[in-house]
């Protein structure tokens, strides 16, 4: 069993940056993958980003690619994402979420655990 506690979201201006931490109980971090999702209101869950168990490899979606940042630190449990150049369009609940066994994917039906997410707004 995996408990993910999501922090860093907040009110700010567009143009601005946000770093959301997420982190895990467990010893078996390292060996998930781990992503972020997002959810506006009266939309379905969204994936935004995804990084390998090693933190090798990164994926994004289209609509956060060159301005969100995906980084984990094994050491201490935690996954990241940095935010900037933060568009009204980005306001939303930011979830982490981790996946056990081989293989990436976007989908959020292939994340085993999932924090209680953390409320981003972006103002205009």
């Known amino acids: 069993q995996v408990q993910l506690v999501e922090s860093g979201g907040g009110l700010v201006q567009a143009g601005g940056s946000l770093r959301l931490s997420c982190e895990a109980s467990g010893r078996t971090f390292s060996s998930y993958h781990m992503g972020w999702f997002r959810q506006a209101p009266g939309k379905e869950r969204e994936f935004v980003a995804v990084i390998r168990w090693s933190g090798g490899n990164t994926y994004y979606s289209d609509s956060v690619q060159g301005r969100f940042t995906i980084s984990r630190d094994n050491a201490k449990n935690t996954v990241y994402l940095q935010m900037n150049s933060l568009k009204p369009e980005d306001t939303a609940v930011y979830y982490c979420?981790?996946?056990?066994?081989?293989?990436?994917?976007?989908?959020?039906?292939?994340?085993?655990?999932w924090g209680q997410g953390t409320q981003v707004t972006v103002s205009s």
């Open positions: 979420a981790a996946k056990v066994g081989v293989g990436v994917t976007t989908s959020p039906k292939g994340f085993n655990y």
